[in-house]
């Protein structure tokens, strides 16, 4: 229902940014409907079962920073959040631990239009994936795509596929539309499972919801 959308969290994530209405409206080619592991149909694109996500693009009017709790390539949670300031949809700055060095180390391998566009900006909508409490087996692993998928978490990723791509997950994102005012994520919370007949779907499937 609308184009603009606002991230904030509590490690200090506040970006603004927009999603042409083409990857919103189902007309993408690659936007098809399934019926989800978790046996609740939904509209997915990239990732199925689980996560919504327009193809990849740049953000080009993305604003603010980015706080990202894990990436790719470090098992479980960073020693340190990673913060990206991004301006004009490119990350101008990296803040954070060792992991933070890293990614400046690798970025600075490639130039400014390969490795520091924000690239996809994601909402897991699977509500049966482990992510909750102190359980973070699901980010215990290499590349934890798994993880991203759960209902609430944003994924980003940084860089063009195939010069340097780096995925991150938020785990605890509140994600509004500025257009409507609808907060589609709360805390982490995905807020379209207080809807009835999505969370009428989930019993029926026999789903016990990991996050609450």
């Not at 990350?91 to 239009?113: D, L, P, R």
Request: hydrophobic share 35%; proline share 5%; glycine share 10%.
């Amino acid at each position: 229902k609308g184009k603009r959308y606002h991230l904030t969290t509590s490690t200090g994530s506040d970006l603004v940014t927009e999603i042409p209405s083409e990857c919103l409206g189902g007309t993408v080619s690659s936007r098809f409907s399934v019926r989800a592991a978790n046996g609740v149909r939904g509209k997915f694109c990239v990732f199925p079962y689980g996560v919504m996500n327009p193809t990849g693009y740049r953000h080009e009017k993305a604003h603010g920073t980015l706080v990202v709790d894990a990436i790719d390539h470090f098992q479980g949670l960073l020693s340190k959040p990673v913060a990206y300031t991004i301006r004009d949809g490119w990350v101008e700055e990296i803040s954070g631990g060792f992991e933070a060095e890293w990614i400046q180390t690798e970025m600075n391998k490639h130039k400014k239009e390969l490795s520091k566009g924000l690239e996809e900006l994601s909402v897991g909508t699977n509500p049966g994936i482990p992510l909750y409490k102190n359980n973070f087996a699901a980010v215990n692993v290499y590349w934890h795509a798994f993880a991203h998928r759960c209902a609430g978490a944003v994924h980003i990723a940084i860089g063009e596929d195939p010069y340097f791509h780096l995925h991150g997950l938020i785990m605890r994102p509140t994600l509004t539309c500025l257009d409507t005012g609808d907060v589609i994520v709360q805390d982490g919370y995905l807020t379209i499972f207080d809807d009835p007949k999505v969370s009428s779907a989930i019993e029926e499937a026999g789903v016990v919801p990991s996050r609450w």
